[in-house]
């Protein structure tokens, strides 16, 4: 049972740590950094609810360890909204359409949308779309239906929505 | 914490991985992406004394050109590999697979080695290996060797690879320009195992088949390539192929189970129905070109 120190950077805030090398970094970033917009639910890779980015691409947390993140720039939920509170155009997308209800899901639906939007900024209204619902994929959401994230995805699709939104 | 302990260690190179392989007798686990491990090692259903990870080894990255064909390495990640110009241009059926393997979240993590290596019967990945004729590269401390993917599988999750073993690479042989891609498969959802599908290439010349290379994956306990299909196909004028019976001989030479989501019989009917689909598609796209 091999211990190791790693060192990364979570929305920007440089942290050290040892970690046994079985923690999952889902786990480390609640319990060992206190990030725990994280939510941690099946940690076998079906729900996606623990979808972080890790070096900008959206990943499992709960399925690499702690100890693979060493040197990794990671962003979690709770590093999407501007320091000012502004929120990032996938969390007012998802407000204004209530893509959300309990919200255990959203902390990872909304990182997804998030590297799917900024990888098809060039990308046309209906590539934009069809991107972001395949994505969608690997959530599952017991709550909305999917109808809200559904509309969310639609107001982040169509630049027109988007604007009103704002 | 959920898995059981284990120690970690981070080779740097393909020698170190193999001498760490070799001295820890059968209880050391290679981790590559771990999109499948980690769920394993979570659920306590693998419990490794040492983990490998692979991910620090630059010889086991990236895609390269090689004397008739393309050398996939397997640590290179599915959403990378997707992404590939090289892969794109020589191995379209690769491509069209690989779309279908997980979600966009694990293939950002997963990779092509880690599928090959792993043998997932319903998986896209070692059926596409198998289809396309694919040569598995695998070292230890005893030396190199290479096993034709057809070889490699053994049953589910069980291949020929030894315990001090490592894959180092998976070549794919060329085929021709413009050959023609099949795919098709059932699955719940997007991203999820299939419960039936089918990968493979066919080569046109004059009118006729001249060369096909198909697999099935989800249809038995390895990927199980269609070889009575492939027979019936080569040396066959296009005017004279009868897709559905074609498909029947392909249907013929799987070993499908029954299991929570699909009987047996399921995955024969559907299974038949989509093969005569593809082949449908895929030759008559090419005639109407």
Same mark, same amino acid.
């Given at each position: 049972m091999s211990e190791h120190a790693i060192e990364l950077t979570v929305n920007g805030h440089r942290h050290a740590a040892r970690v046994e090398a079985r923690t999952s970094l889902g786990e480390f970033l609640r319990e060992g950094l206190g990030y725990t917009g994280t939510h941690l639910a099946c940690e076998h890779g079906v729900c996606g609810a623990c979808t972080v980015m890790v070096d900008g691409a959206a990943m499992r947390s709960c399925l690499m360890l702690a100890v693979q993140a060493n040197g990794a720039q990671v962003t979690t939920i709770e590093g999407l909204a501007d320091d000012d509170g502004t929120l990032h155009p996938v969390q007012q997308a998802l407000k204004d359409n209530f893509g959300?209800? /309990?919200?255990? /899901?959203t902390p990872g639906v909304a990182i997804t949308l998030a590297c799917v939007t900024r990888d098809n900024e060039s990308a046309g209204e209906r590539e934009m779309e069809d991107a972001l619902v395949t994505a969608m994929s690997g959530h599952i959401c017991r709550c909305t239906g999917y109808q809200g994230i559904r509309r969310a995805i639609r107001q982040l699709s169509n630049r027109k929505l988007a604007e009103v939104a704002e | 914490m959920k898995p059981a302990p284990f120690d970690y260690v981070r080779p740097a190179s393909i020698e170190e991985a193999c001498r760490v392989l070799a001295e820890s007798g059968g209880g050391a686990t290679v981790i590559a992406g771990g999109q499948t491990l980690m769920p394993l090692l979570n659920l306590r259903m693998s419990q490794p004394f040492v983990l490998v990870d692979i991910n620090a080894i630059p010889d086991l990255k990236g895609v390269t050109r090689v004397e008739g064909g393309t050398r996939v390495g397997p640590a290179t990640r599915q959403a990378d590999a997707l992404r590939d110009r090289t892969l794109a241009r020589h191995l379209p059926a690769f491509i069209t697979a690989l779309g279908h393997v997980g979600h966009y979240q694990t293939r950002n993590r997963g990779t092509i080695g880690g599928s090959v290596a792993l043998g997932e019967p319903a998986a896209e990945m070692p059926a596409t290996a198998v289809a396309l004729g694919a040569m598995i590269e695998i070292a230890s401390t005893r030396g190199t060797r290479q096993v034709p993917a057809h070889e490699f599988y053994i049953g589910p999750y069980m291949t020929v690879l030894e315990p001090d073993e490592l894959v180092t690479g998976i070549v794919y042989p060329d085929w021709p320009d413009g050959h023609l891609v099949l795919f098709r498969e059932v699955a719940q959802r997007p991203g999820d195992f299939a419960l039936v599908g089918l990968v493979g290439a066919l080569v046109l010349e004059g009118g006729t088949v001249s060369r096909a290379g198909i697999a099935w994956f989800g249809m038995g306990p390895t990927p199980i390539r269609a070889r009575q299909a492939e027979a019936a196909l080569l040396g066959a004028a296009l005017s004279g192929i009868d897709a559905d019976a074609v498909a029947r001989a392909a249907v013929a030479d799987t070993a499908p189970f029954d299991d929570h989501h699909a009987s047996a019989e399921y995955r024969r009917t559907v299974g038949a129905r989509i093969f005569a689909r593809a082949l449908r598609e895929t030759l008559d796209l090419r005639s109407a070109a």
């Open positions: 959300l209800q /309990c919200g255990f /899901c | -």
